[in-house]
T-cell receptor, first 113, second 115 residues
C-alpha cells in the first residue's frame, strides 16, 4: 500500500518568515495530494490540494509543489502569522471514487511573534 | 449545515467495556470513514463506507465494527475495549466521485481513554 513520510515533525519560524514542509510518497499511481491543518482540539481541515497533472498550485500565502518523478510534494507558507500555528498533515490518494487517504505523521508549526 | 458531527467528545472506558462512537453528516455525502489519530503516527484509516449498506476495512480495522444503515450515520463500535484503543477518533465524509468532490470533511473528534 501507499506510504507517506513527512518532515520535519516540528518547525518553529519567526512571524513573517516562510515555512516549508515536505512529504514523500511511495506509490507512483497516487494522483491526489491534499494538505490539512489541524488546530488544537479540532478536526483536520483541508487548506490546499494538488492533482498529479499540475506541478504547482497557489492560494494567497499558501502554495504546494509536486515533483512526480521524485515522488515528493511540499507545502510553502509565506509571510507566516501566529494564527498559522497548528499541526499540518500531508496525504496521498490513489485514483478511485472512495479516495482513501494515507496521511503523513504531521508537522507541528509554531510561529513565534 | 452542521457538517460532520461526532458524539461523545470525550469518553473513558474500562478494559473490556463496549461502546459506540456516533458520527452523522447532513451534506448527503455517500462516502464516510473513520480514522484514529495517535501521537507521531498521523491519521490511520479504520473502516470506510461508499454508501448505505456497504462497508470495508481500512488499515487498522481489528477491534472495531461498523455499519451503514442510512446515508447520514456511520457509527463505530468497540466490542471489547483495550488500552491500545486509547486514541482520538475522527469521522470524515465526502461526495462520491473524483475531481471537485475529493474534499474530505472531518468531524471534531472523540477523545477515548481506555483504562
Amino acid at each position: 500500500g501507499e506510504n507517506v513520510e513527512q518532515h520535519p515533525s516540528t518547525l518553529s519560524v519567526q512571524e513573517g518568515d516562510s515555512a516549508v514542509i515536505k512529504c514523500t510518497y511511495s506509490d507512483s499511481a497516487s494522483n491526489y495530494f491534499p494538505w490539512y491543518k489541524q488546530e488544537l482540539g479540532k478536526g483536520p481541515q483541508l487548506i490546499i490540494d494538488i492533482r498529479s497533472n499540475v506541478g504547482e498550485k497557489k492560494d494567497q500565502r499558501i502554495a504546494v509543489t509536486l515533483n512526480k518523478t521524485a515522488k515528493h510534494f511540499s507545502l510553502h507558507i509565506t509571510e507566516t502569522q501566529p494564527e498559522d500555528s497548528a499541526v499540518y498533515f500531508c496525504a496521498a490518494s490513489l485514483p478511485g471514487s472512495a479516495r482513501q487517504l494515507t496521511f503523513g505523521s504531521g508537522t507541528q508549526l509554531t510561529v513565534l511573534p | 449545515n452542521a457538517g460532520v458531527t461526532q458524539t461523545p467528545k470525550f469518553q473513558v472506558l474500562k478494559t473490556g467495556q463496549s461502546m459506540t462512537l456516533q458520527c452523522a453528516q447532513d451534506m448527503n455525502h455517500e462516502y464516510m470513514s473513520w480514522y484514529r489519530q495517535d501521537p507521531g503516527m498521523g491519521l490511520r484509516l479504520i473502516h470506510y463506507s461508499v454508501g448505505a449498506g456497504i462497508t470495508d476495512q481500512g488499515e487498522v480495522p481489528n477491534g472495531y465494527n461498523v455499519s451503514r444503515s442510512t446515508t447520514e450515520d456511520f457509527p463505530l463500535r468497540l466490542l471489547s475495549a483495550a488500552p491500545s484503543q486509547t486514541s482520538v477518533y475522527f469521522c470524515a465524509s465526502k461526495l462520491r466521485g473524483q475531481g471537485t468532490t475529493d474534499t474530505q470533511y472531518f468531524g471534531p473528534g472523540t477523545r477515548l481513554t481506555v483504562l
